[in-house]
């Protein structure tokens, strides 16, 4: 059974157990990924591609799309070509999957066919534990790669997509440094002042550092970099904390659900994550951008 959740009132489509969407469960949810021609007004230039067409050859080379999300748009016109992410992952169950600890790496693309974005792969990891997906900045072995609307880019799309699976090794390798990086009280509630800055403006609720160090979970309660960083990464993606207003009002934090929010926080905390990895003198050698330069790079 298909399981369509809001994320701060994005729709996001993704079986329960992570096994692959099929083509009946993508039309009924996403049909700008079957636009078979761009919206008017896009420049001649532009080399249109379905994007089943690049989710068909995926498949044909071993990958499962798993997740979808669709930019929500007032003009129901450009809703056939709106923004839309996907997430594929490796062919296998989970179990199989998972090489070490909880996380199994993802490719995860950003397109659109009404000029709103171009077509960019990033590296991810899918959290198991509580079924949540990480995005990973630039770095040594997971540089987000940005593709070209031309009329031969599936072909580029699925090799590319390899070298960022292959690159998962060095993901797991910082995932394993920070791991072994203890952090205090104090520098867990500072790694979480810091990550405030990059929440949406606008937001309802004064949003308290220690409300992003709420353990979801028992296993989550470790204060290593790795476990405070998954803590304030999923409260301020998911949302749903209590918190109160200038005025006292109490309410709820909204999750981020918008495609290019998402992106730019999800890059950013982990941005803040190598930076804060670094500082400890433990790091593997990356390439990584500033945590300010990925959250301000253009979606």
Known sequence: MENIMKIGG????????????????????APTIFARKPMDGVSESYGHVRTFDIIEAMRSNGYEIVEVRQSQRRDESRMAFTKHMLKFKKAGSIKALLKRGDVVPQVIMLNSHDRSSGFHLYAGMYRVVCSNGLMVADGQFVEPIKVRHTSSMVADIVQRSAELIKG???????????????LSEKAAVRFAAEAIQYRPPGRAGVLDPAILLTAR???????????????????????????????????????????????????????????????????????????????????
Not at 168 to 181: F, K, P, S, T
Not at 236 to 260: A, F, H, K, S
Not at 271 to 286: H, Q
């Open 10 to 29: 994005t729709s996001v489509l993704r079986n329960p157990d992570l096994s692959m969407l099929e083509t009946g469960q993508l039309k009924r949810f």
């Open 168 to 182: 998962a090794d060095g993901v797991y390798a910082i995932r394993e440094q920070m791991l072994g990086v203890p």
């Open 217 to 299: 979970r028992d296993e989550d309660k470790v204060n290593d970099l790795w476990h405070v960083f998954n803590r304030v990464q999923e409260n301020m993606l998911r949302g749903g904390n209590e918190t109160t207003t200038e005025l006292g009002r109490v309410v709820q934090t909204r999750g981020i659900g918008r495609i290019e929010r998402d992106v730019q926080v999800n890059s950013a905390l982990w941005g803040l994550a190598v930076e804060t990895l670094n500082k400890a003198g433990k790091a593997p050698k990356v390439k990584a951008k500033s945590k300010k330069a990925v959250a301000e790079e253009e979606i």
